[in-house]
């Protein structure tokens, strides 16, 4: 925000002298019937990482004739206050707004943002209680619209009291001096009147965390206009969740250390999720909150993967997972997510993103690595008595293969949401260059030769055990790639979801809806105009819900447990081929020196 906008509370009347109330009911009967001007709303988000949005947002409305402006330019136009959506109080980044000629636009500062909103808030609770002939056509009492003011103006933190005394129809703790026994009564009977009122409860709980985008134009009433926005969207990673031992130490030195505490709110990943995402064998789940949703029009999200990463589902679904508007169960670079105008009457949205790695970006190229590896090992511990003659050829290969694997993993500069998808995998691919460098020390460290002319060199005894455990060591972390190639080219994400019983069948699904033909203003660029294509019909899909550790069906935690135990039996399998062939291994040279 600019010097301008970081006014503190108390000076936001200084934007205007008094509530605005006509500039407030227009406003309020535009926020209130999205629906009558908003014709689409188009959205393209760029993950920057698991918790940081770029927000591309367009917005193609035609705001009604009868709509009078509130303010007049210097050349006699009427100004009309449009707005778009509402924001976060908290310092908004990356913001620009523009027209459909590139243009940049103006918006209100912070103070004139807290006396707009209050001036909606002032309407609103005027409009409940003339409705209920209470003080028809009497402005309301000096504390309420104090106290809607501070909802307005203040920060979430500091609105959150003023708005649950509202709520609750009570009084301020302290009132003034001057106040009369009149004045005293209508402030109660207000504040009963907008107890419950579930309009004035909704327009407050919006404005007491965010505020109105709203931007002045010049002769835009019939007119179809297309104005497009970008911000960013910024949260907390999400902490992983080590057992209590080691969670309390960690938890210790960090507040020892920095003198920081975990927030309440703080979110946590299971140990074993983290591990099985870090490997490749969960996807990685990003959550888009969509509340453009219900701002109306329909609504049209576009998200796409960052370099090295694919979509493996994405889901669209209503804020509280009671309907879903659609899934898409393919593996894309970029997905489209729509949601019909009737989606506006859900309580926003939330869009699910499933992450995982492209197979031709590491995992290809480190289940080949590990082959090599696994197999140049296994040929080495067969015949080491005969290597450790000449270490020569063996220290180039074990040498060269970890060089060249250090050099993939070592990647350019990327993303972040790239990095901590990819970074479990990385540790895997090197771990195959840690079991190649170690043969080759086991190797040299273990092998004595003789000073004679004939110099007759020797391994240890421990060489042929260590060399098989390495064997075992690079077999394993083959077994494991191969598991994440295999998911990394057939997602469990993308399989059929089970249909419930139509005895417990949710809500119906809304549909895609065709967008309206009508041609987009003149002058719009072609990306507004390619925003307005027609998206395709899609089939209703079956209400899902997110799933998680706490509401997972049974027979899906089984199947998961299942395809572990298959994936450990096959190693344990493999571990017991290595052990035996250890053994024979070592009962070779023996029977050879007994002859």
């Known amino acids: 925000m600019t010097e301008r906008e970081q006014e503190p509370a108390h000076e936001a009347r200084r934007g205007f002298d008094e509530i605005d109330r006509g500039l407030g009911a227009t406003m309020f009967r535009l926020l209130r019937d999205w629906d009558e001007w908003v014709h689409r709303r188009v959205e393209q988000v760029s993950l920057e990482d698991v918790s940081t949005h770029i927000r591309r947002v367009s917005v193609d409305f035609t705001l009604p004739r009868d709509i009078l402006p509130t303010r007049f330019a210097g050349d006699g136009r009427g100004i009309h206050f449009v707005p778009l959506t509402y924001l976060s109080k908290d310092p908004v980044t990356g913001f620009s707004i523009r027209d459909e000629w590139g243009a940049a636009l103006p918006v209100l500062t912070r103070a004139r943002n807290a006396a707009l909103a209050a001036s909606v808030l002032v309407v609103a609770v005027e409009v409940a209680v003339w409705d209920r002939n209470i003080d028809s056509k009497r402005p309301l009492p000096r504390l309420l619209e104090k106290d809607l003011w501070e909802v307005a103006a203040e920060s979430p933190q500091n609105a959150r009291p003023v708005l649950e005394r509202l709520k609750a129809g009570?009084?301020?703790?302290?009132?003034?001096?001057?106040i009369s026994a009149d004045e005293l009564q209508r402030e109660r009977r207000w504040r009963s009147a907008i107890v419950g009122d579930t309009d004035v409860a909704a327009v407050a709980d919006l404005l007491h965390e965010n505020f109105i985008l709203a931007v002045p134009l010049t002769d835009v009433p019939g007119r179809r206009r297309i104005l497009k926005y970008t911000f960013e969207t910024r949260g907390d990673q999400p902490h992983l969740a080590l057992p209590?031992?080691?969670?309390?130490v960690v938890r210790a030195w960090v507040h020892a250390v920095t003198g920081a505490k975990?927030?309440?709110?703080?979110?946590?990943?299971?140990?074993?999720?983290?591990?099985?995402?870090a490997i490749g064998w969960s996807a990685k789940a990003i959550k888009i909150e969509s509340p453009a949703v219900s701002y109306g029009g329909s609504y049209h999200l576009e998200v796409e993967a960052p370099q090295g990463l694919q979509?493996?589902?994405?889901?669209?679904?209503?804020?509280?997972?009671?309907?879903?508007f659609l899934d898409v169960k393919e593996t894309l670079q970029r997905v489209h997510l729509y949601a019909a105008r009737q989606a506006a009457a859900s309580p926003g949205a939330v869009a699910v993103i499933y992450l995982r790695s492209r197979p031709s970006t590491l995992v290809r190229t480190a289940w080949l690595n590990a082959l090599f590896a696994t197999l140049l090992l296994l040929a080495i511990a067969s015949r080491w008595h005969s290597i450790v003659q000449q270490l020569g050829p063996a220290f180039s290969l074990l040498f060269v293969v970890p060089a060249l694997v250090s050099a993939y993993v070592a990647r350019p500069r990327e993303l972040a949401v790239t990095t901590d998808v990819l970074f479990g995998l990385r540790v895997v691919a090197a771990s195959t260059a840690v079991w190649q460098f170690g043969a080759a020390v086991v190797l040299l460290?273990?092998?004595s030769c003789s000073s004679s002319a004939s110099a007759i060199c020797r391994g240890g005894s421990g060489t042929g055990p260590t060399l098989w455990t390495l064997v075992a060591a690079s077999a394993i972390t083959l077994m494991v790639l191969q598991t994440t190639l295999t998911m990394s080219m057939r997602p469990p994400e993308q399989r059929e979801e089970r249909r419930q019983d139509s005895s417990s069948s949710g809500p119906p699904t809304v549909a895609a809806e065709p967008e309206p033909t009508s041609p987009p203003s003149e002058g719009a660029d072609g990306?507004?105009?390619?925003?307005?294509?027609?998206?395709p019909s899609q089939e209703a899909t079956p209400a899902y819900v997110e799933p998680s550790a706490r509401d997972n069906p049974p027979e899906r935690l089984v199947d998961r447990l299942s395809r572990y135990c298959t994936i450990a039996s096959s190693e344990l399998l493999l571990s017991a081929i290595v052990v035996l062939a250890s053994r024979l291994s070592a009962r070779g040279p023996s029977r050879l020196s007994g002859h």
């Open 311 to 324: 979509i493996t589902r994405a889901r669209l679904q209503s804020g509280d997972r009671a309907e879903t």
């Open 262 to 277: 975990p927030s309440r709110e703080a979110r946590y990943t299971p140990l074993l999720l983290w591990v099985s995402r």
């Open 170 to 178: 009570e009084l301020p703790n302290e009132l003034p001096t001057d």
């Open 244 to 248: 209590p031992p080691f969670g309390w």
């Open 527 to 535: 990306a507004a105009q390619g925003s307005r294509t027609n998206p």
């Open 445 to 447: 460290a273990s092998t």
